[in-house]
């Protein structure tokens, strides 16, 4: 099975950079300095999580995040693909990923119209992703709620992510499965064992780190589900904050501010040999912050980050 991944990840043009180090600039002046060698992984941005983006014509965001660094963008599907093309040839950036977590919800729901919906979702997402030159897609597999047993759940949303698997594999793009905030998938060896279901390479791992922290420990994750893992976010979680005033402020933290154990993530993320792409999914968002302030101290944390 491992193999069998890592050949359809080189069928589609994953990024498999050679295991390195290469030089960072260091911090703003009086902070201590970065490390001057950093691992070979590529820096993204997930777009929806942009500062003032309704204010922000597109292809100024790609423009604002190539000036502070980032390699590439994570654009949420359903876009109008020429406005992307056109903002990612004119920048230079990368689109590694394409989101599609609000259709792919809909494979939970019971009507088959609405699951029906969610599959033409992210069939949508591949092809975007194709067009985009993106390796995975992200899919965020249904939720569970008191109406909605985790049983149902997972029949519905394995049976929808196999309506797309011809596709998917047409395209050469991987469906990489999110671990959300949807009451499912609560464990590592449960997400292997999702992820393994299909039998097939077009189906990985979008590994959230911030996401997991309220469940286990991301080092414990990373190595069970190995080269299973397509794309990595990038999410600082406080557990205090969580305990003190309430489960989701714990995301209202600053990167390397929380309790991300980043050394030992980052060396198991080594350890399984991954080399392709940190994706920041910024959930901490300062009152008052400038845009173009903002994304440089966010470009900055993600090379102490990834230098550590």
């Known amino acids: 099975m491992p193999q069998l991944r890592r050949q359809f990840l080189r ?11 290469t030089p960072i600039a260091s911090t703003a002046a009086g902070a201590a300095p970065a490390p001057t060698r950093r691992r070979a992984l590529k820096k993204g941005y997930m777009l929806n999580t942009f500062p003032g983006s309704a204010n922000t014509p597109l292809l100024k ?11 590439g963008v994570e654009p949420r599907s359903h876009l109008n693909q020429e406005e992307v ?24 729901q019971p009507d088959p ?60 793009v991987t469906m990489a499965i999110e671990n959300v905030w949807n009451n499912f998938l609560l464990s590592p060896m449960e997400a292997v064992r999702y992820v393994d279901e299909f039998k097939s390479p077009a189906v990985g791992f979008h590994l959230d780190i911030g996401n997991l922290m ?22 600082e979680f406080s557990r205090k904050k969580m305990e003190e005033e309430g489960k989701r402020k714990g995301f209202d933290v600053e990167y390397l501010e929380g309790d991300n154990n980043w050394p030992v993530i980052m060396k198991a993320l080594d350890d399984i040999g991954y080399h392709g792409w940190a994706i920041v ?12 302030a903002r994304l440089k101290t ?8 990834i230098a550590i």
């Open 85 to 108: 093309l056109r903002a990612r040839d004119a920048t230079g950036l990368e689109i590694p990923s394409v989101t599609c977590g609000q259709h792919s919800r809909l494979l939970a």
């Open 298 to 305: 966010i470009a900055e944390k993600l090379d102490r980050i």
């Open 113 to 172: 119209g609405t699951q029906q919906a969610g599959v033409a979702g992210i069939q949508q997402a591949l092809r975007d992703a194709k067009r985009y030159g993106a390796t995975s897609i992200l899919v965020v597999p249904g939720l569970v709620t008191e109406a909605i047993t985790y049983r149902e759940n997972w029949d519905r949303t394995v049976a929808g992510v196999r309506a797309c698997l011809p596709l998917a594999t047409e395209l050469g």
């Open 281 to 292: 999914e910024p959930a901490y968002r300062p009152k008052g912050a400038e845009p173009a």
């Open 61 to 71: 965001q790609f423009e604002m995040l190539k000036a502070v660094g980032f390699d």
């Open 11 to 21: 069928n589609s043009l994953a990024l498999t950079l050679a295991a390195g180090f």
């Open 214 to 235: 309220y469940v286990g420990w991301p080092e414990q994750w990373i190595r069970l589900l190995g080269s299973r893992i397509a794309k990595v976010h990038v999410k």
